[in-house]
């Protein structure tokens, strides 16, 4: 096993003809280890990438005492940052990260409870493996690389020829139709109580216990038995891609993520990018309904404010890693359309000062604080109240570059996977929305409804 804190300076390249959204998505998941980040190929999203096999990991079960700070640092420590290589993507090789939300109150040392599906065993809070190498797909110019790292030039070779047998050796897999699930998702929260939840918060919000909280309710079910998750993948994929889709295999679990949003990004010069969503409309049925519905988003003063307050936070919360007075706010309440929902994102960004790495990044700011609320902590100690353990869900999911550069998502729209002894995959899903003083219970409920009508329209046909 290759140690985190190897180097691994070395890369080599070689072109591939092939379309990472085509039909072998589904098969890569089958794979060893197998993780895969695909975007739609719009201005969030250019590149995509496959995984396999990962050289190394490191696992922070639910009751390891082990410090998660210290275990990022250590697992970043391989990084050297470095110019980027001319004409390739920001991810070369190096560290995969999936993030669960409660590493967010691990690092603050507060109450938490361990994430299970069907009273099964506890998941992990946060996952580590280093990638050798990624096949990477380039939406703007259809170029396909296969890519490899190593501590010299033969193992990068022979990482990049691995990667490219494993690719040829994936067979093409029809996207499944709907429905994917034996049965329509179960609800686990009802209606009227998670309404009841919404106006408790209300009032604590008016009490002046905090300013925002996210409130998220699940859903639960099974898929059928010639389903696996990464048929679901290929299906979300296909019928309504995100900039952030992905998949990540972990033996008998598995995430699958179709995010709009993107957490953090550090480029390898230090400059950091965070865009947070707030605000949501649907799409309309028609296209007078559709504009009528995105402008009234960008008219709403609460949808606005409660934007505004999160931007605030993730001021906050990078410039405890960046050089001071570089913290600015480029675009605030842009609209931005998906396959199913309108949303209001803002950008900010900074400089990352010196000294500083991607692990005090992730370390300073998990989890994001637009799934989390203002003030951060008290808003994840009334989730901790009124929710089931989160899990993957509204977590983090990152890649960290050998030269130095980190890209990173927030885990909504995402699917977390187990499957039991007889080999049949359960299922659970969940969506949430951030309350604030004039909050509407009857609104912020059917929201949770829009937010996951991809994805049940996915999985049920619905």
């Known amino acids: ?23 072998r998505l589904a098969s890569w998941y089958e794979h060893t280890g197998a993780a895969a980040l695909f975007s739609d190929g719009g201005p969030q999203g250019r590149y995509s990438y496959l995984m396999a096999e990962p050289v190394a990991e490191a696992v922070l079960a639910y009751d390891d005492t082990t410090d998660a700070a210290d275990m990022l640092r250590a697992a970043t420590a391989f990084v050297r940052p470095e110019d ?10 190096g560290l995969l990260g999936l993030a669960a939300f409660e590493l967010g109150p691990r690092l603050e040392r507060m109450p938490r409870r361990p994430f299970r599906i069907e009273g099964r065993g506890a998941w992990p809070e946060l996952v580590l493996r280093l ?6 797909f380039d939406h703007a110019t259809g170029l396909c690389l296969a890519i490899g790292r190593g501590r010299t030039q033969a193992e990068a070779q022979a990482a990049r020829d691995r990667l490219i047998t494993l690719y040829d050796e994936t067979s093409s897999r029809p996207v499944q139709r709907a429905p994917l699930t034996d049965a329509p998702l179960r609800l686990e929260t009802p209606d009227g109580v998670h309404e009841d939840k919404v106006a408790a918060l209300v009032r604590q919000i008016h009490a002046g216990d905090l300013f925002q909280a996210n409130l998220a309710r699940g859903w639960s079910g099974r898929l059928r038995d010639e389903v696996s998750p990464g048929d679901v993948a290929a299906a979300l994929h296909a019928h309504g891609a995100a900039p952030f889709g992905a998949f990540v295999k972990m033996g ?24 947070p969503i707030k ?12 504009i009528a519905l995105a402008a009234d988003l960008q008219a709403s003063a609460k949808d606005r404010a409660e934007n505004l307050m999160i931007v605030d936070l993730m001021r906050h919360d990078l410039s405890k890693v ?22 209001l994102v803002s950008t900010v960004t900074t400089r990352l000062a010196r000294g500083r790495t991607a692990a005090d990044v992730l370390a300073a700011t998990l989890p994001a604080g637009s799934i989390s609320g203002a003030p951060k902590v008290q808003a994840m100690k009334v989730i901790h109240e009124m929710e089931a353990a989160r899990g993957p869900y509204c977590g983090a999911l990152f890649t960290v570059d050998a030269g130095g550069a980190m890209d990173s998502s927030v885990l909504i729209r995402t699917l977390a996977f187990e499957r039991d002894e007889a080999g049949r995959w359960h299922v659970r899903a969940a969506a949430g929305g951030g309350i604030v003083a004039d909050s509407d219970p009857k609104a912020e409920r059917i929201e949770t409804e829009t937010k996951l009508s991809l994805i049940r329209r996915v999985l049920e046909g619905s």
């Not at 990638?131 to 990477?136: A, E, F, K, Q």
């Not at 050089?323 to 309440?333: I, K, Y």
């Open 279 to 290: 605000g949501t409309r649907p799409r309309g049925q028609t296209t007078a309904e559709d």
């Open 1 to 23: 096993m290759l140690p985190f804190s190897a180097h691994i300076p070395f890369i080599s390249t070689c072109s591939i003809v092939t379309d990472l959204a085509g039909p």
């Open 84 to 93: 980027p290589p001319p004409g390739l993507p920001p991810f070369t090789g």
């Open 131 to 136: 990638y050798p190498g990624v096949i990477s």
């Open 322 to 343: 960046s050089e001071t007075g570089s913290v600015a706010v480029p675009a605030l309440n842009a609209l931005e359309t998906y396959a199913n929902v309108h949303h």
């Open 252 to 275: 008998e679990r598995a995430i699958v993520s179709n995010s709009p949003e993107r957490f953090i990004r550090l480029d390898a010069d230090g400059r950091l990018e965070t865009r």
